[in-house]
């Protein structure tokens, strides 16, 4: 077997999904030059899609159709990064109504969930998880019965009550615990469930997309390869047989001295536990995969790209105008420094492209 399974996973963190966005904005343009193809977008060159939260925003707004049944992509890469560009200072903006309400944010959810629903419906409409372009595994957390939750375009077209509306499949991913409202979201078997953000447990879903593509076969991944014989068609992908581009949100943890935290109690450590667990729950998933692809001997074929925030705020929910813009430079600086590595990639996802 030549052609291999290509994922494309993206981590949770809210408006920093701008980052790895404009990463994504480098790796499309590099498909273009490379195939002289102005037209091809990124779902093109990819079998899977795995996302949290913002990163599930992002593959859920890059896979979707132009329209129910079509295999082409509605949106380009930047047009994906746009839905931030053009609407994170509304998303993340507090009326002093809310505020009071809240307590700011002591008493109840930060931010009102009408414009972040206002966004997803323009961007995503009516289309259900079922003509996503490709499989995906797109992460939430279903709090009523405290386990995960997993959106799969592949099960959604087997069933209807594995199917939802992209749009309600993006704000169950979202549904970030303190500052959204927690999502209620209803399958089209109608079938409803109360979700919050999927990067409670897996900020980083690379090594969930793994395990999810370990369980499918070729044939589920990639029909389009009509030469491939009835017992290949049917096999399990191996490590051996996949590529993974992994992309981060720029980790919010902070690096402090033993003299800083020695005396800290639990008000002290509520907001940088959060960063820290998030930030190392990511690390070691990127350990994991790192080992695994080391069995291989192809190991290049798993990469990771934790960028760096330079200038801009790491605050999840900095909305601000002026941190958009650093945001934004931020993406496409570390789509400078990281050239060499996306350009890699490029070559690497067209190589086994059927």
């Known amino acids: 077997m030549n052609k291999k ?5 993206i981590d949770g963190g809210g408006i920093r999904g701008i980052i790895p966005g404009m990463m994504l904005v480098s790796l499309e343009k590099k498909l273009q030059e490379k195939t002289n193809n ?14 949290t939260s913002t990163g599930g925003i992002l593959g ?3 896979f979707c159709p132009e329209k129910d ?3 082409k992509a509605k949106y380009t890469a930047l047009d994906a990064v746009n839905l931030y560009l053009k609407n994170g200072s509304q998303i993340f903006k507090r009326t002093f109504f809310q505020s009071l309400k809240s307590l700011w944010g002591l008493r109840s959810y930060k931010f009102p969930t009408t414009n972040l629903e206002k966004a997803l419906k323009q961007y995503l409409g009516g289309e259900r998880l079922s003509s996503l372009l490709k499989p995906s595994a797109i992460s939430s957390y279903y709090i009523s019965d405290a386990q995960p939750f997993f959106f799969k375009q592949h099960r959604a077209k087997q069933h209807l009550d594995y199917d939802y509306l992209i749009k309600d499949v993006a704000r169950g991913t979202s549904a970030a615990p303190t500052y959204f409202e927690t999502a209620d979201v ?5 079938n409803t469930y109360a979700l919050i953000d999927g990067g409670v447990y897996v900020n980083n879903p690379a090594l969930c997309a793994y395990a999810e593509v370990r369980t499918m076969t070729y044939g589920e991944l990639r029909p389009d390869l009509v030469d491939l014989d009835e ?8 490590a051996s047989d996949l590529v993974v581009f992994s992309l981060g949100t720029a980790s919010s943890a902070k690096k402090y001295s033993y003299s800083q935290i020695k005396n800290w109690g639990v008000i002290s450590w509520i907001k940088p536990l959060i960063g820290v667990m998030m930030s190392g729950v990511s690390q070691n998933v990127d350990y994991q995969l790192r080992e695994i692809f080391n069995t291989t001997q192809t190991p290049e074929h798993y990469l990771r790209i934790e960028p760096n925030i330079y200038n801009a705020n790491p605050a999840m929910d900095d909305g601000r105008p002026q941190n958009l813009k650093a945001l934004r430079a931020a993406g496409e600086e570390n789509a400078r420094v990281y050239d060499q590595e996306i350009d890699r990639m490029a070559a690497l996802l ?3 492209h059927s």
């Open 60 to 62: 859920c707004t890059l």
């Open 350 to 352: 067209i190589e086994h």
């Open 69 to 71: 049944g079509s295999s």
């Open 186 to 190: 209803t399958s089209l078997q109608n």
């Open 38 to 51: 102005p037209d091809a977008r990124i779902p093109d060159y990819f079998d899977f899609v795995a996302g």
């Open 5 to 9: 399974i290509r994922i494309l996973s």
């Open 231 to 238: 017992a290949t068609k049917k096999a399990h992908p191996a």
